[in-house]
């Protein structure tokens, strides 16, 4: 029964961790020299020690076989995300602000014993003159929905995903993530466990891209920056 309940513990903060990996980036206040951490199918994840926190910030990389437009086009569809988000059970855009702003709730599914947790998120995206470059910065927003029993509502998520064109048909894509997930889960269980949620979902982005499965559309590739 206890090795039972352990595994099942276990589980539940790998998916925790693979959910709050997968839910924004963040790339500012940061010390230190990255550290690898894990690679594997063309997938880089490191990790580096932040100022004052006693969580690690992580960062994950991987180049795709797919265009720059189609990469901006699928991160900025939040119908899309559950497809390679595995915990995400509903994302939703609750506000549009203009067109390169909008506010985002998201939900995400955790097994027991870990509580479900959501957020609302502001994300606020650019793209370089040139058009070589993308950025979607994303930051927690208080106060705009009601708090959901059964749910944890996560209060610190702020960051960047970051795609960068890489020839005619080529593109680079980075996460940096450093988050509080909220509740009791140990900071160094967290570090352990937190650099396989990027890793996946870039794996999972990369394959919707690759295999057109997650093809955006015409409408909504013209409509990004």
């Known amino acids: 029964m206890a090795t039972g309940f352990r595994q099942r513990l276990f589980r539940a903060c790998t998916a925790l961790c693979a959910l709050l990996a997968s839910v924004c980036a963040w790339g500012e206040g940061d010390t230190g020299n990255w550290r690898p951490e894990k690679s594997g199918d063309g997938i880089h994840v490191y990790s580096r020690a932040v100022d004052g926190s006693s969580v690690r910030a992580v960062k994950a990389e991987v180049a795709v076989d797919a265009t720059f437009e189609d990469a901006v086009a699928l991160l900025l569809d939040a119908s899309q995300r559950p497809r390679w988000d595995e915990l995400c059970a509903e994302a939703s855009v609750v506000r549009r602000v203009s067109e390169t702003e909008d506010v985002i709730y998201i939900h995400n599914d955790?097994?027991?014993?870990?509580?479900?947790?959501?957020?609302?998120?502001?994300?606020?995206?650019?793209?370089?003159?040139?058009?070589?470059?993308?950025?979607?910065?994303?930051?927690?927003?208080?106060?705009?929905?009601?708090?959901?029993?059964?749910?944890?509502?996560?209060?610190h998520a702020d960051g960047v995903w970051t795609i960068e064109r890489g020839g005619a048909t080529g593109a680079h894509i980075t996460t940096e993530i450093h988050t509080d997930p909220g509740g009791p889960v140990p900071d160094w269980l967290m570090n352990a466990l937190s650099v396989q949620g990027p890793y996946k979902a870039l794996r999972n982005i990369r394959h919707l891209l690759e295999s057109r499965e997650g093809d955006p559309g015409p409408e909504l590739r013209r409509a990004a920056p």
């Open 110 to 155: 955790l097994p027991w014993p870990v509580s479900d947790r959501d957020m609302v998120l502001r994300r606020i995206w650019s793209v370089d003159a040139d058009r070589s470059r993308a950025q979607i910065r994303a930051s927690v927003m208080d106060g705009v929905l009601p708090e959901i029993a059964g749910r944890v509502r996560v209060t």
